[in-house]
């Protein structure tokens, strides 16, 4: 036997429950590099990566947040941005295309625009076998 729903009572209520749903997981892209989809900041966050052969750019774009409430750290192999505002947070893991110098990186945040600098260093160091 096949429920009817027109006579259900709670019909629109649950109706409006999906909807909502929906609306809030429509950000969400589980394909997505980083913590997924808009973040928060309305899908204006964007991050970029950009390589020469002795440096590696991240250009990360982060509307309404404030310089001080920017974390970023770096391993060597990827770069973690993290950001709030009173609103929402953001956080963000790049996996770099080439190995960096960690303590060569510099950064600057200008009108909502973060850039990280990198070097580049060497794939692996050599070892010796005695």
Known sequence: M??????????DIFSEIERMMEGMAGGFDAGDAGFGGDAGFGGDAHV??????E???VVADLP???K????IKCDGRHVTISASTETSEY???IELPARVD????SASFNNGVLEI????TGSSADIDLS
């Open 64 to 66: 309404g947040v404030e």
């Open 117 to 120: 600098e990198l070097d580049r």
């Open 91 to 93: 956080e963000e893991r």
């Open 68 to 71: 001080e409430d920017i974390r």
């Open 102 to 105: 960690e303590h060569s990186a």
């Open 48 to 53: 970029s990566v950009y390589e020469t052969e």
């Open 2 to 11: 096949r429920r009817d729903d027109r006579d259900d009572p709670f019909d």
């Open 55 to 57: 440096e590696i750019r």
